[in-house]
Nanobody, 127 residues
Framework: QLPLVESGGGLVQPGGSLRLSCECS????????IGWFRQAPGKEREGVSC????????DYADSVKGRFTISRDNAKNTVYLQMNSLKPEDTAVYYC????????????????????WGQGTQVTVSS
């Protein structure tokens, strides 16, 4: 069983919003950098956003800047991805991942930088 569990995906109209959650029952996410990735059919997995443990540091892919917000609630051991102004091109399976050490890596958008993954949640943006 994968250590991370994503939820919150679904079908939404263009311009709508969704909030994805990433939970973990095995270890405290507060000590890990958390990345959100997505993978559309026939495409490679791409980094969407990442959050570290130092000063709330975050990073975003250019395609989602200004629309998506990553945050963490250490008391709930959960990381969120708030997605606003969704577009059809945001349609994909969204995965969360954890990197030991807590620092956002330089290549944060590379899946190889992360140690743990979830099973993914489907996000479909369509009218």
């Amino acid at each position: 069983q994968l250590p991370l569990v994503e939820s919150g995906g679904g079908l939404v109209q263009p311009g709508g919003s969704l909030r994805l959650s990433c939970e973990c029952s095995r270890f405290p996410l507060a000590y890990y950098a958390i990345g959100w990735f997505r993978q559309a059919p026939g495409k490679e997995r791409e980094g969407v956003s990442c959050i570290g443990i130092v000063d709330g540091s975050t990073d975003y892919a250019d395609s989602v800047k200004g629309r998506f917000t990553i945050s963490r609630d250490n008391a709930k051991n959960t990381v969120y991805l708030q997605m606003n102004s969704l577009k059809p091109e945001d349609t994909a399976v969204y995965y969360c991942s954890a990197r030991a050490g807590g620092i956002i890596p330089t290549m944060w958008g590379s899946p190889y930088e992360y140690d743990y993954w979830g099973q993914g949640t489907q996000v479909t943006v369509s009218s």
